[in-house]
């Protein structure tokens, strides 16, 4: 159960997009269609922003986008706001029927 | 509104054991997988356990197995966390999160967390 593989930080400006890449193995990502993204502001719970590889759930910004191909999942944010800026993990279902989350990818809004 | 709300937190010493719940609310939480995700101070998220709506099935990630208990009373609305020879690197926030979608991959809703210390 090794943790998915998520670059530990990103930057962009207001307006700009940014990407955040998830890479996992052909046991997890790669073998379902089951990966989240979750937003976590500090002090704050986690929050659901897209399950299924891209389903957004309701009430959920158009902005936030989900994408896989083979083993990595990408989680896309277009017109950057600053309330964007949080933490953000992938989790994805695994092959021993379990959960595995990323390491967390920390976004700063410049 | 769906609410989740962990209580059982708290400093325990190495070798010991606590019991966590989860009350939920706002949903019918028999119809409803569970999960326990936990997360070290200053870390990332751990998924830890999770268990099938009718108690059925349950699933654990390998640094608890067989350490740890996930439980459910459908009545009561109520999960729980059975921690037992608990280590310092178990020290974290545990949050409880309503599973959803195939599989019940994916957390909907989640608590705000119980802080568990684990310390000498």
């Known amino acids: 159960q090794s943790a998915l593989t998520q670059p530990a930080s990103v930057s962009g400006s207001p307006g700009q997009s940014i990407t955040i890449s998830c890479t996992g193995s052909s046991s997890d990502v790669g073998g379902y269609n089951y990966v989240s993204w979750y937003q976590q502001h500090p002090g704050k719970a986690p929050k659901l922003m897209i399950n299924?590889?891209?389903n957004r759930p309701l009430g959920v910004s158009n902005r936030f986008s989900g994408s896989k191909s083979g083993n990595t999942a990408s989680l896309t944010i277009s017109g950057l706001q600053a309330e964007d800026e949080a933490d953000y993990y992938c989790?994805?279902?695994?092959?021993?029927?379990?959960?595995?989350f990323g390491g967390g990818t920390k976004l700063t809004v410049l | 509104q769906v609410q989740l709300v962990e209580s059982g937190g708290g400093v325990v010493q190495p070798g010991t054991s606590l019991k966590l719940s989860c009350a939920a609310s706002g949903f019918t939480f028999r119809s409803y997988a569970m999960h326990w995700v936990r997360q070290a101070p200053g870390k990332g998220l751990e998924w830890v356990a999770v268990i099938w709506y009718d108690g059925s099935n349950k699933y654990y990630a390998d640094s608890v197995k067989g350490r740890f208990t996930i439980s459910r009373d459908n009545y009561k609305n109520t999960l729980y966390l059975e921690m037992n020879s608990l280590r310092a690197e178990d020290t974290a926030v545990y949050h409880c999160?309503?599973?959803?979608?195939?599989?019940?991959?994916?957390?909907?809703?989640w608590g705000q967390g119980t802080l568990v210390t684990v310390s000498s």
């Open positions: 999160a309503r599973g959803d979608g195939s599989y019940y991959s994916h957390h909907d809703y």
């Open positions: 299924d590889v891209s």
């Open positions: 989790s994805s279902y695994t092959s021993s029927s379990t959960l595995v």
